[in-house]
């Protein structure tokens, strides 16, 4: 692939003057354009990527207001159509749909003719299986092309897709998938990870007890039918004959239900988030194509462009990877650690795999990045990363020093491969969300990089930072808001009869006339955000009280009920500290019964708890043995209030003490954060 090429976003301006006559001066015009026109700009990407509709759409938007705007009524689409559309160009051109590898180092392809008969295959069984549309289809699943062809064959019948990786605990999955009743369950009997190939046949067996609405089990084995299965993947992915070939995705409404992810509050169970079809594909393009400069693998322009973001199945990243696939893009795709084996880590695993997958666009989770660098990572050892044109980051903020580190490994790797991109490597830095599985802010290949900071809020996103008294501000730390509506914004979360669940989620800090100037709710997404004077941003962590680990979010809830089923913890709180530019760090608060003394054994059956109950990925960095923890007058826990103090802020501005129910307890706490920023100070 010769990069650097026309920039995608170039193209699409210059489309919008040749066929709209709309001439912009800067970007943050164009922007300001297509978040004031709602209606002439997510028209224009529907023209622009040419999709298509076998009905007339009534109007863009019918009714222009959050939550529960109506996109483009009256059109049909089809996310697996949209997909498939490329199959016999892409193929003509000999270029594979999937590039899948993992530790081992092995690699194999799947060509996009192979992609659309397994999916074929398998959506002809599923529909044999008595699926229809609006059944739910759950996959506990790794990233594997399997995967993909399984939540495509979903999709392609109107089916309901949702998928939880595998190296999440049962219980768990369980709290998810039983909300959605699903009718088929797709699951794996193991899963290879840092080394270790763990068994998952018992998970298995507890989640076919525990989801009574299961009618199939299909299992994905690979050594055969271990977990007495209903059937096995493979049997039916091998299927060929002339219904398979004269299968086609049924077209379905713009706004019919495409998947449920979860994304966690800080109290009850996971919030089962309901996106659609083309809400969807609509933001998916304009993200991937023009931020994220993901060209088509056939075109000219970005002829061979192979795009890699290592996720888990457990992460919207996962969604965003094979959203590659719309566009006639090559998705390549990593299973398993970044870092090889656990008791012999090797932080170049991944970069290997980007080598020998001729990956062009590699994005991973911020901490990824910095892992590598604490490392010394010797790229030149990793293989010919010639290919490779752009690196992207998410999941948490990704420090100067970080970017800074790269920029000069690439710039003396173009010395010596020619690549004149890794000259001044460009980063496509996100921040999005699994609750719009899209991006608010990211990058422009066209706009000045700085190390540490977001290039530009995103085309559509009428993104601001609020002050406290909801009005919007620059250069200043505010709450991330969204005030226009967007067409991947949930449809509604499922079982939240009236919508209540979700307006609380979203619009409950900013909702109707909240300013008293009449104007309508606005998007809390509970970031931190600094628009700066010349339109880049800066994300300064979780303004709530998620956990966010490495990217992938909990809500606290889900953790308490995991270490508060052991008998010898009574209470307990956990805050996440997000710094700029450093790890993460989270404490863990725990009261413990009378003569439980926390020594090294209860702190290991802590975090046993959470292992089993969650994933190892939610472990405390340390744990506490505190006399109470503080709880508001009505009892709620005071988990906010607590990470503000830890984060610096007085606490007269954080913490009223007539409204807590124990405000004696306040005063240890003050002096951990004394001790804790004083630490902080001390490393920075």
Known sequence: ??????????????????????????????????????????????????????????????????????????????????????????????LPAIVSGGEDGSLTETSWPELRRKAAALALDLKDKGVCPGDRVAAHLPNIPETIVAFLATASIGAIWSVCAPDMAAPAVIDRFKQIEPKVL?????????????????????????????EHVILHSEAGAAAAPDALLSDILARTGAAIDAFEPIWLPFDHPLWIVYSSGTTGLPKPIVHGHGGIIIVVLALLGLHNDIGCSYHQNSFGERYHWYSSTGWIMWNSQVGGLLSGTTCCIFDGSPAGAKDKPDWTTLWRFVARSKSTFFGAGAAFFANCAKAEIDLAAAGDLSQLRCLGSTGSPLSADTQAWFNARFAALSRTNGSKAQADIWWANISGGTDFAGAFIGGNRELPQTPGAMQCRLLGAAVEAFNEQGHAVIDEV???????????????????????????????????????????????????????????????????????????????????????????????????????????????????????????????????????????????????????????????????????????????????????????????????????????????
């Open 478 to 684: 505010g709450e991330l808001v969204c005030t226009e509506p967007m067409p991947s914004m949930p449809l509604y979360f499922w079982n939240d009869e009236g919508g209540a669940r979700y307006r609380a989620s979203y619009f409950e800090t900013y909702p109707d006339d909240f300013d008293g100037s009449g104007r309508g709710p606005a998007w809390r997404h509970g970031d931190w955000l600094k628009v700066n004077p010349d339109g880049s941003c800066i994300i300064y962590g979780r303004s709530d009280a998620t956990i966010n680990r490495h990217g992938l979010r909990m809500g606290t809830s889900e953790l308490y009920s995991a270490i508060e089923s052991l008998p010898e913890v009574l209470d307990s709180l956990v805050v996440d500290l997000e710094y700029l530019g450093r790890d993460s760090y989270m404490p863990l608060f725990v009261v413990l019964r009378d003569g439980i003394a926390l020594d090294a054994a209860m702190q290991a059956k802590i975090n046993k708890a959470i292992e089993t109950g969650l994933s190892r990925r939610f472990l405390p960095n340390e744990i506490f043995a505190v006399a109470e923890i503080p709880r508001t007058l009505s009892g709620k826990k005071q988990e906010l209030p607590i990470k503000k103090l830890l984060l610096g802020q007085s606490v007269e501005k954080v913490i009223n003490r007539e409204a807590m129910a124990n405000p004696g307890c306040l005063d240890w706490y003050l002096d951990f954060a004394a001790m804790h920023l004083k630490r902080v100070a001390g490393a920075a």
């Open 186 to 214: 797709i699951a794996c009997d193991a899963v290879t990870y840092a080394g270790r190939r763990h068994d998952r046949r018992d998970v298995v067996g507890e989640l076919r007890r525990s989801l009574p609405t299961v």
């Open 1 to 94: 692939m010769a990069a650097p090429y026309v920039p995608q976003m170039a193209l699409y301006r210059q489309w919008l003057g040749d066929t709209r006559g709309l001439v912009f001066s800067s970007y943050e015009e164009m922007r300001q354009w297509s978040v004031r026109d709602l209606d002439g700009f997510w028209r224009s990407i529907w023209d622009y990527y040419d999709l298509q509709s076998p009905t007339p759409f009534a109007a863009v938007i019918a009714e222009r207001k959050m939550p529960n705007a109506v996109w483009f009524p009256g059109a049909q689409v089809n996310y697996a159509r949209q997909v498939f559309r490329h199959v016999a160009a892409a193929d003509a051109a000999g």
